[in-house]
């Protein structure tokens, strides 16, 4: 199992989800692919269907038309394109529909990726309760990363690989939203 630390906004979008079809789903999964972005394992049912994307690399107008100017799709890639954010898709099985909305996860923005014994050890290290997920400002993690004797320590623990992957993790700058990384 894994433990996945991403940098993420608090406040919720106001755009509402909007309900997309399989065509423009693919649509979409290919118009990325031709861009270079990796979105998940099409081979896989969940994954096909769940998962982030990036939209800020690109003109409004063009991914819209992947959705026939759609205006709530419009209003989800706007949101998402002006706050810096991802959009996300899932499926929703109550619905029986495909679902996209704006994600929370900052554009571009690293991930980190740590088995479970990894994971539990970097908490430990840097004073943070262990648990499977959780969440911390932003603020307070530079804090912490960058004290020289936690540093130290990560260091001595042999953890200094993913210390400087936190830390290059909460180098993101965000005055317009409160921004915490979460892990999961």
């Known amino acids: 199992m ?13 755009a509402p989800a909007v309900a997309v079809s399989v065509r423009h789903l693919a649509a979409f999964r290919a118009f990325a692919r031709e861009r270079g ?3 998940g394992d099409e081979g896989d049912e969940f994954l096909a269907y769940n998962f982030e994307a990036r939209v800020c690399p690109w003109s409004l107008a063009s991914v819209c038309a992947i959705f026939d100017h759609d205006p709530g799709v419009i209003a989800v890639v ?3 394109q002006f706050r810096g954010l991802n959009i996300r898709f899932w499926r929703n099985e109550t619905k029986g529909a495909v679902m ?17 014994d990894n994971a539990y050890a970097l908490l430990d290290a840097v004073g943070i309760d262990r648990d499977s997920c959780g969440q911390i400002a932003l603020s307070e993690l530079r804090t912490i990363v960058t004290d020289p004797a936690r540093r130290s320590r990560l260091d001595s623990d042999g953890l200094g690989r993913y210390a400087d992957q936190l830390e290059r993790l909460a180098t993101v ?5 409160e921004v915490h990384v979460v892990w999961a």
Do not use: P, Q, Y
């Open 2 to 14: 894994t433990i996945s630390f991403t940098a993420s906004v608090l406040a919720s979008a106001s």
């Open 37 to 39: 972005e990796s979105l």
């Open 78 to 80: 706007e949101e998402a």
């Open 100 to 116: 996209m909305s704006v994600a929370k996860s900052i554009d571009g923005s690293a991930s980190i990726d740590l088995s479970n």
């Open 173 to 177: 700058e965000r005055t317009e939203d």
